[in-house]
Antibody, heavy 119, light 107 residues
Framework: EVQLVESGGGLVQPGGSLRLSCAAS????????MHWVRQAPGKGLVWVSRITNDGTGTSYADSVKGRFTISRDNAKNTLYLQMNSLRAEDTAVYYC????????????WGQGTLVTVSS | DIQMAQSPSTLSASVGDRVTITCRAS??????LAWYQQKPGKAPKLLIYKASSLESGVPSRFSGSGSGTEFTLTISSLQPDDFATYYCQQYNGYSRTFGQGTKLEIK
């Protein structure tokens, strides 16, 4: 069974940093592009970032560009999101998601981890 | 960046109804369009990919159509388990964008 499990969320002050992790199991992790998606309380889904299967290509939403960094360790089957200069508007549940091979979109999601940015 | 406009934002319907949700892309995305269902406190679930392909295990009452900039999700006969929020998503190019969501409520 494919599983994605996020961790690392919590309460952080504005301007602070946090690193999220997404541990993958039950899949050949190194074969897939991976993404981070967030959802502020009571709001819709917002795509944050993606990384290619080998880690050489990354993209970011304009709202996080220059502050967030996506990375992966294929030997550890783990995806990361380093979040710096955090703002109140970054408060959200953060999901990692697998983009399925071929024509498939985000076919597997983690349960999410809550990041709260507040003083 | 490609923007996705989804409508309506809220839809009230009854069990057994046929409902349609629309998604418009700000530029052509061929058929790189997916639909997701999300229930409160849960991660989204993929329903449709490549505009009209049904994800494995998803009931056949769900269907998708469209290409280019106009897409629809249709539920042929609403079941109690279908009341949830639905999102479209484009996956053309290197970035991804979601629509703002449609909350499907019980009338």
């Amino acid at each position: 069974e494919v599983q994605l499990v996020e961790s690392g969320g919590g309460l952080v002050q504005p301007g602070g940093s946090l690193r999220l992790s997404c541990a993958a199991s039950g899949l050949t992790f190194s074969s897939y592009w991976m993404h981070w998606v967030r959802q502020a309380p009571g709001k819709g889904l917002v795509w944050v970032s993606r990384i290619t299967n080998d880690g050489t290509g990354t993209s970011y939403a304009d709202s996080v560009k220059g502050r967030f960094t996506i990375s992966r360790d294929n030997a550890k089957n783990t995806l990361y999101l380093q979040m710096n200069s955090l703002r109140a508007e970054d408060t959200a549940v953060y999901y990692c998601a697998r983009e399925g091979g071929g024509e498939v979109a985000f076919d597997c999601w983690g349960q999410g981890t809550l990041v709260t940015v507040s003083s | 960046d490609i923007q996705m406009a989804q409508s309506p934002s809220t839809l009230s319907a009854s069990v057994g109804d046929r409902v349609t949700i629309t998604c418009r892309a700000s530029q052509g995305i061929n058929s790189w369009l997916a639909w997701y269902q999300q229930k409160p406190g849960k991660a989204p679930k993929l329903l449709i990919y490549k505009a009209s392909s049904l994800e494995s295990g998803v009931p056949s009452r769900f269907s998708g159509s469209g290409s280019g900039t106009e897409f629809t999700l249709t539920i042929s006969s609403l079941q109690p388990d279908d009341f949830a929020t639905y999102y479209c998503q484009q996956y053309n190019g290197y970035s991804r964008t979601f629509g703002q969501g449609t909350k499907l409520e019980i009338k």
